[in-house]
């Protein structure tokens, strides 16, 4: 079976990496991979507190995923020979005052819908649990199998896991389907999937990488919180590496406007949280997008006989890669189809 992968970011790599591993004849098509989101992400594995209202159709298949991580890391750093930074460390959900406690209460009520583990944690607790806590917060959640993992160490993985296996690459822009010569085309170009007729959007999004040096404390767990009504969310590497983020607006494609400002307002909520940050050194400040649906959940499934989408998946891209290659592979190949219906990329189409 010959099968094109139109897009090389970390969806659509690991897509080619499973099917060539199955005996198929894989060839992905990007001019530059890893160009989209797949490098911003700050790549937490949060089958916990990334559920959102108005998303629960979405919940048991970040729940698959999240538990499929463990293995697929294994396997990907065996195939690759590339650490992928994997880390079990918990996620700890806090507010800062105490109408941002309110608001992580609030959220509970989405967490119990996943029948996962989580605790709730007073301030005196959540300080005990992070110590660079400051005194101001006032409490949240502990979620122990909320993980995290380095996407840009992942993509790279990837690129050479799959390389490995015999996929060929073609460093072109594919504008006509019809023309690729294969029996099974996938579509995994995030926000590039627009331009063949799927209703995908850009989500921008900033993001800050701090430095650590040594001898200086960094995080031991995940940390999110709510600062004055606003999300934000602190995640560490070995490295020490320090990922903040995220801002989220629907600007298009715009890169520039008003990035000072969210770089500003980023470092001030994180630092409210965590004010060890304010010593870590800035090193770098990306802007990417996130693609996603009307309804934001992701677009997975065939839009015709010949073609699968695998795109859309907005927030949540680096944790699904696991759940979406299989199963989408799964679909290609021929095996069963074991996508959710709520994700069908024919979904927003008007009935006759």
């Known amino acids: 079976m010959r099968l094109a992968v139109i897009g090389a970011g970390s969806i659509g790599l690991a897509i080619a990496w499973r099917a060539a591993q199955r005996g198929a004849e894989t060839t992905v098509y990007d001019p530059e991979p890893g160009a989209g989101a797949s490098r911003v992400a700050a790549g937490?594995?949060?089958?916990?507190t990334e559920a959102q209202f108005?998303?629960?159709a979405?919940?048991?298949?970040m729940a698959a995923s999240a538990d499929a991580w463990p293995a697929f890391a294994a396997d990907l750093e065996r195939a690759s020979g590339i650490r992928v930074g994997y880390r079990d460390l918990p996620t700890l959900f806090v507010g800062l005052e105490d109408a941002d406690r309110a608001e992580v209460q609030r959220q509970i009520d989405i967490y119990r819908s996943t029948e996962r583990n989580?605790?709730?944690?007073?301030g005196r607790a959540s300080r005990k649990i992070e110590p660079l806590l400051s005194h101001r917060t006032r409490g949240g959640v502990l979620v122990p199998g909320d993980h995290a993992v380095?996407?840009?160490?992942?993509?790279?993985?990837l690129l050479t896991a799959a390389q490995r296996a015999g996929v060929a690459f073609q460093g072109e822009t594919v504008e006509d389907l019809e023309s690729l010569?294969?029996?099974?085309?996938?579509?995994?170009?995030?926000?590039?999937?627009?331009?063949?007729g799927l209703p995908i959007r850009p989500v921008r999004g900033a993001v800050l990488r701090l430095l650590a040096q040594a001898g200086q404390p960094v995080p031991r767990t995940t940390v999110r919180g709510y600062v004055q009504g606003h999300p934000v969310y602190i995640v560490t590497r070995e490295s020490g590496e320090v990922v903040i983020g995220a801002t989220s607006d629907e600007r298009g494609f715009d890169r520039l406007t008003g990035t000072a400002g969210a770089a500003h307002d980023l470092l001030r909520r994180a630092i409210s949280l965590v004010p060890?940050?304010?010593?870590?050194?800035?090193?770098?400040?990306?802007?990417?997008?996130r693609p996603a649906a009307p309804d934001n959940l992701p677009l997975i499934g065939r839009t015709d006989e010949r073609t699968i989408?695998?795109?859309g998946h907005y927030r949540h891209g680096i944790a699904l890669i696991p759940a979406t290659a299989e199963s989408v592979t799964a679909l290609a190949t021929g095996e069963d189809d074991t996508v959710p219906k709520a994700f069908d990329p024919l979904r927003f189409e008007e009935s006759p």
């Open 150 to 157: 380095d996407p840009r160490a992942v993509h790279t993985a």
């Open 58 to 61: 979405l919940l048991p298949f």
């Open 276 to 289: 060890e940050i304010a010593e870590y050194h800035l090193d770098e400040v990306t802007v990417g997008f």
């Open 309 to 311: 989408a695998a795109t």
């Open 54 to 56: 108005g998303e629960e």
């Open 181 to 196: 010569d294969a029996d099974r085309v996938v579509l995994a170009a995030g926000c590039g999937s627009s331009r063949f």
């Open 118 to 122: 989580y605790e709730t944690v007073n």
């Open 44 to 48: 937490m594995l949060a089958a916990v």
